[in-house]
């Protein structure tokens, strides 16, 4: 079991040059946070209030300007294997089909190109496209690509999923499909898992834990378990546990929460 911790993290941002401003900007302040390994912890929050500069700190994008953070108590010092992004637009390279899109962290370890593929094919198959390999990133829909960009993050075999708005882009109907397909595939990595997104509904859904980061500065102001996301697992259909009164009663109360410590829309 793994755990990557935030202790008492805050995070400022230099002022903008040609702005006329001089002060630096508090975008995130005192976070305390602790995802395990057994967890999906669902970020919730208004656009603006700091949710991608979390994970960028978690990624090792970013250095925090105070506080720590940890994986096993090793503070990060950069980016590593150990933790894998997905960004909200797939940062797939359009010059490379599918499998060498997933095959490229491999690369980078020096593994020979017959094992890579052979790697890249079985990861390929794990999220559903073993007949896409062949494919370029152009002939592929939002949510092919958006496997594919989960396949390449499966391929380091990391200790933690960061995943910035993964199915922010995707119709409805997608979403619903890869919701399931981001459950399982959570599941059977074995990873942690932080998810970033608008949606209350998807954090609801997905999140063994969703916290609520408030705006100006970033505060985790609010912190629910939810349960719904084991019943998926455990074979209840998404739309059914949509409808249960439980859910829409938990989806009210966040919305609650939500409104009282931001002014403006989140998204239902
Ligand atoms: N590299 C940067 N340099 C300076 N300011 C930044 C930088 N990145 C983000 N900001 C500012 O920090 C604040 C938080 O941005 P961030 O991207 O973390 O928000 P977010 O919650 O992810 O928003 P969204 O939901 O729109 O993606 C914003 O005011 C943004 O303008
Ligand atoms: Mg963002």
New binding site residues.
């Given amino acids: 079991m793994s755990v990557l911790t935030f202790r008492n993290v805050s995070l400022r941002?230099?002022p903008?040059a040609g702005r006329g401003g001089t002060s630096e900007?508090l975008?995130l302040d005192t976070i305390e946070l602790q995802i395990a390994s057994n967890e999906l912890v669902a970020v919730i929050?208004?656009?603006?209030?700091?949710?991608?500069?979390?994970l960028n700190l978690a990624a090792g994008f970013l250095n925090p300007s105070s506080g720590t953070i940890t994986v096993d108590g090793e503070p990060i010092r950069g980016p590593g294997a150990d933790r894998a992004v997905v960004f909200q637009d797939d940062a797939l390279y359009p010059w490379l089909d599918a499998r060498d899109n997933i095959a490229f962290p491999f690369k980078l370890k020096g593994i020979p190109l017959a094992e890579r593929r052979a790697r890249a094919d079985a990861l390929l198959d794990r999220v559903g496209l073993a007949d896409a390999g062949d494919r370029r990133i152009w002939e592929l829909s939002g949510g092919m690509r958006q496997r594919v960009g989960i396949a390449r993050a499966l391929a380091a075999e990391p200790r933690f999923l960061l995943l910035d708005?993964p199915l922010g882009a995707l119709d409805a109907l997608t979403r619903t499909r890869m919701q399931e397909f981001l459950l399982r595939i959570k599941a059977e990595s074995g990873a942690g898992a932080l998810l970033?997104t608008?949606s209350i509904e998807e954090a609801l859904l997905l999140g063994t834990r969703v916290v609520v980061?408030s705006p100006n500065p970033?505060r985790l102001t609010a912190e629910i378990e939810a349960g719904f996301n084991a019943e998926v697992q455990n074979g209840a259909s998404v739309a059914a546990v949509k409808a249960s009164p439980l859910f829409k009663r938990m989806h009210a109360g966040l919305t609650g929460l939500i409104h009282s410590t931001s002014d403006e829309e989140i998204a239902a």
Avoid: A
């Fill in positions: 941002y230099p903008r900007q975008v929050g208004r656009s603006g209030s700091g949710k991608t500069s979390l708005e970033i608008h980061l970033g």
